[in-house]
């Protein structure tokens, strides 16, 4: 590898397993030299991702819980115990009740509507807030969007929650930007992840983009984590407030192709 990221370190939120793109940012950063710390939400996925962080040499885990501000400022807290530097942050983040992820978006409740756009948005806010101060020598804030421009069968609130994020990552950037610090998002297509499993007709959709983009299959975790790797590192010095898809072709696209009409 080049090490890329040599010297770097970076904070990843949002690890559920193995198949996680979080977990595919991660194992891109490290293996391109970045020292890595990872948060997750309770024992339960605590235990899931201790073994995946000792695996790429990291022993720096803190429980955060995106919803609930003292419990965030504890783990930085934590977190700036080991570090006082931080130059990256992959928010990962996102969360929808199962049951209104199938079905009609009209029947959206207002309860869910609010608890998805919290979590699936406003927290990378409270993300950045918390890390701008030890982004001293600039940074990277990366988060991942899919669905927000086009209608995705059952997908439904998560769209409209990462069209908020998609906003929210421009107004960052801005805000930011001075500092040095980017902001920018990764719009994959359908992947094969816990989360995505939660959507209704997950299976279809996937095998639909997969045999309709241009390049005729869906986008791999390794190339999702070398597209973070890009942002992150120096050759990213001048992109911010974007979103880079990495889809294999598939959002070009006005209709599948000719064989499956």
């Given amino acids: 590898m080049a090490e890329l990221m040599n010297g770097k370190r970076g904070l990843i939120m949002g690890v559920a397993n193995e198949r996680s793109i979080a ?12 020292e890595l710390a990872f948060s997750y939400q309770g024992d339960a996925f605590g235990k899931r991702v201790q073994p995946l962080a000792e695996s790429l040499g990291s022993d720096i ?22 570090w006082d530097r931080l130059d990256f942050v992959v928010h990962a983040v996102a969360y929808s009740d199962k049951s209104e992820l199938s079905g009609r978006f009209l029947n959206t409740s207002r309860d869910n509507f609010k608890t998805s756009l919290d979590i699936s948005c406003y927290s990378l806010i409270e993300i950045a807030r918390r890390c701008e101060p030890k982004m001293t020598e600039g940074g990277t804030i990366l988060t991942l969007t899919y669905g927000s421009n086009r209608v995705t069968p059952f997908y439904n609130v998560m769209g409209i929650a990462k069209a908020a994020l998609e906003a929210t990552v421009r107004y960052l950037a801005n805000d ?6 980017r902001v920018n998002a990764i719009s994959p297509g359908p992947m094969k992840t816990l989360a995505g499993a939660a959507i209704g007709g997950a299976r279809k959709t996937f095998r639909h983009t997969e045999t309709n ?14 597209t973070a790797v890009y942002l992150a590192s120096d050759y990213g010095a001048c992109t911010t407030g974007d979103i880079i898809t990495v889809d294999s072709g598939y959002h070009v696209l006005g209709m599948p192709q000719p064989e499956n009409l």
């Fill in 23 to 34: 977990w595919g940012i991660a194992q891109a950063m490290a293996a391109e030299g970045a």
């Fill in 61 to 82: 885990l803190v429980d955060m819980d995106v919803t609930d501000d003292a419990a965030l400022d504890a783990g930085f807290a934590a977190l700036w115990e080991r």
């Fill in 213 to 226: 983009s241009p390049m005729r299959k869906n986008a791999t975790l390794e190339a999702i984590g070398g």
């Fill in 176 to 181: 930011l930007g001075p500092q040095g610090i």
